[in-house]
């Protein structure tokens, strides 16, 4: 067995290179669990050898506490901005002037997808990160150092004999971890941002890290400089550098011998652009030769050996000629704009979303206006402004029944949403079908929309419990089901039972509670009858559970039908126990331990940690089972029970020293 500091070092070595596996080329080795593990032991060895925490190890990511401001910053040279080539005919332009300039030399252009996020620059000092700086005005920007640190594709150490250099990049957010923030906005009440790159703006300058870590950016670079100067005599070489030194590179990157060659290739991923994970607005173009960059020099604000070819920008204007409501899986009411059809940017469009009543009034919609759609990758198109008002208008309320079911609509105090509080609202049945069978949720394959729209229409499914009662008869009726496809979803139905805990929980659809919660339920209750029982305060004993959440899981199982659903699903036997791989062995084998109160060092999470890696347990509640009571500051209640039962207590230190025994 090798000493703590080389335990630990061989881990972070570990985590590094699973990192840049997983953030950095999107080729994971290993599962998620696999890489928790790791991280959870490479955390508590540092818990036990604080003295051998490093501020780049793979745990410190979001070490950084939350502050006032931020410091503002000189960069080592200014952030240029580009000049924009809006056709190709300006795009010639500039070979031209780059041909004249350059003298009839020979050169080559590298292009590069343009990123649509926020420039950034990240210097590294003896192969460490150590600052990242925003763009601001290119001149000073703003220190984000703890907030980058919580970007998983932004590597915190590098092999480079270099002992100094700065790379700068783009910070952005994909379209689905855009999606996914817009969403869990919508259910908390909060506004939406507008777009991914605001988005990665708001996120990147958060005064508290760990809201930046939740918002998964991610940091692609495409320039490498030390002292402020490029690092190598081709740009090309450098960007091959950047990939060999871990940094995100963004793949599409070419060398283009002509300007032709540019052109085809700006043209090919204008139509392209909606299959990238991530918005870009143009094409990058820049000559490869530094030397060459050298001779070309700068205008007062941009580089002569750089341009940016810009898509335009994909919005139009059209009549919004009525509005329609849509009911989704928690009941919230949808409006959704019907729209004249008109072409945006090569795609016929017809409905644009409007998110809830509070939009439709900031806009100041009423039906017959006119308004400017836009439409952003993928995402579905939505409405930025009325651009006039029409002769004809009449203004929007949302129905106060259910358009599906005509159940009672309510609007609670403090949500943007309006919601059919009817449970067994078909439209909620199909939504809560659809989230079931989701690949993150229970990942049963093949039930789709068509499937399941056609099990409720005919009152074949009537709760999601009935999916596990679904015979091969019952499909293969169905349009578009042959016999095989209809036996392939029942073996995979079949295979969903086998699902663990956490996602069983997540397939319930209880609000706020998402994968990630769904784990640390699971993880401090141990099975859903447990959670279930669970009070409010015992709830809010789970990682990251506050009252909200706490709140929507008491609401969500006293509701009778519910818990029938529940009882259902027990039936057909699916997973509702859980046990997290744990080590056995360990001093505290056997025990449960219970943690109340502010530790002096330690968080929560990491004493539970602690425990769990001495193989014991860490129950919610204090009962004669418990062997100890940890207690810090402030406790409370438990620590009265634990009196009353005589169960011994712990502070921090003897806890540590009773973990590190044996
Ligand atoms: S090069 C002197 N390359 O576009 C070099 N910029 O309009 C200046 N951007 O501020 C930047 N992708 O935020 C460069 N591959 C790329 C880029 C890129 C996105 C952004 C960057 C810059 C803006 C200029």
Request: proline content about 5%.
């Amino acid at each position: 067995m090798k000493d703590p500091a080389g335990q630990i070092e061989q881990l972070s070595e570990e985590l590094r290179h699973h990192e840049h596996r997983y953030y950095v080329l999107d080729a994971p080795l290993i599962t998620d669990a696999e890489y928790d593990a790791l991280m959870r032991r490479l955390q508590t060895l540092e818990t036990q050898h604080p003295e051998l925490l490093t501020p780049d190890s793979p745990t410190q990511r979001v070490g950084g506490k939350p502050r006032d401001g931020f410091i503002k910053v000189l960069h080592s040279s200014s952030l240029l901005s580009l000049d924009n080539a809006l056709n190709e005919g300006e795009l010639r332009d500039f070979d031209r002037r780059v041909r004249d300039l350059l003298g009839g030399a020979p050169y080559r252009y590298v292009t590069e997808l343009k990123l649509d996020g926020l420039s950034m620059a990240a210097h590294y000092r003896d192969g460490k990160f150590s600052q990242a700086i925003t763009r601001g005005d290119g001149t000073v920007g703003e220190d984000v150092t703890e907030n980058a640190r919580t970007i998983r594709s932004l590597p915190l150490r590098v092999k480079s004999p270099l002992p100094s250099f700065e790379v700068r990049g783009e910070t952005v957010m994909s379209r689905h971890a855009f999606e996914r923030l817009n969403a869990g906005r919508d259910e908390k009440g909060l506004s939406r941002f507008a777009n991914p790159r605001n988005a990665a703006a708001g996120s990147l300058r958060q005064l508290e890290p760990r809201v930046t870590a939740e918002r998964r950016l991610e940091y692609y670079t495409y320039y490498l400089l030390t002292e402020g100067r490029p690092a190598f005599d081709s740009h090309w070489r450098a960007i091959e550098e950047l990939r060999h030194l871990g940094f995100k590179v963004e793949p599409n990157s070419k060398i283009c011998q002509t300007i032709d060659e540019v052109i085809d290739l700006c043209n090919g991923w204008e139509g392209q652009r909606e299959a990238l994970p991530y918005d870009i607005d143009g094409v990058v173009v820049k000559v490869d030769s530094v030397e060459q960059q050298r001779q070309l020099g700068f205008t007062a604000k941009a580089p002569r050996w750089a341009i940016a070819y810009k898509y335009p920008a994909r919005q139009a204007t059209t009549t919004v000629e009525a509005i329609e409501v849509q009911v989704g899986r928690t009941g919230a009411l949808t409006p959704v704009a019907c729209l004249k059809p008109v072409e945006v940017g090569g795609v016929t469009v017809s409905r644009a979303t409007l998110h809830n009543e509070d939009e439709i009034a900031r806009l100041g919609l009423e039906i017959g206006d006119e308004v400017v759609v836009e439409r952003s990758g993928d995402v579905i198109p939505k409405v930025v402004r009325v651009s006039s008002q029409g002769s004809y208008r009449k203004p929007f309320r949302l129905p106060s029944q259910c358009p599906v079911c005509g159940g009672k609509v309510v609007r609670e105090a403090g949500e943007a949403a309006s919601r059919c509080i009817n449970a067994n609202c078909p439209a909620r049945l199909k939504e809560s079908l659809l989230h079931f069978a989701s690949r993150g949720v229970m990942n049963i394959d093949g039930m789709g929309e068509a499937l399941v729209d056609q099990l409720v229409d005919r009152g074949t499914v009537r709760s999601v419990a009935d999916l596990y009662d679904l015979q091969l008869a019952d499909l293969v009726s169905l349009e578009r089901m042959g016999a095989k496809s209809a036996a392939k979803v029942i073996r995979n139905i079949d295979h969903s039972r086998q699902n663990a805990l956490p996602r069983v929980i997540t397939s319930l659809g209880i609000r706020f509670v998402g994968e990630r919660t769904a784990i640390f339920l699971a993880d401090a209750f141990g099975s859903l009858d447990a959670i279930e029982n669970a009070s409010l305060e015992e709830l809010q004993l789970a990682e990251e559970v506050g009252p909200k959440v706490a709140e929507a899981v008491v609401q969500y199982f006293s509701e009778p039908g519910n818990r029938e659903l529940v009882g259902r699903l027990r039936t057909a036997g699916l997973q509702f126990h859980y046990a997290p791989h744990r080590p056995a062995a360990g001093p505290l084998q056997g025990k449960t331990l219970v943690i109340t109160g502010t530790l002096p060092t330690l968080s929560r999470d990491e004493a539970r940690q602690l425990i769990e890696q001495a193989g014991g347990k860490v129950s919610s509640a204090v009962s004669k089972k418990t062997s100890y009571v940890v207690v810090g500051e402030d406790a409370g209640s438990k620590l009265v029970k634990a009196r009353e039962l005589g169960i011994n207590t712990l502070t921090e230190d003897e806890l540590r020293a009773l973990a590190a025994a044996g």
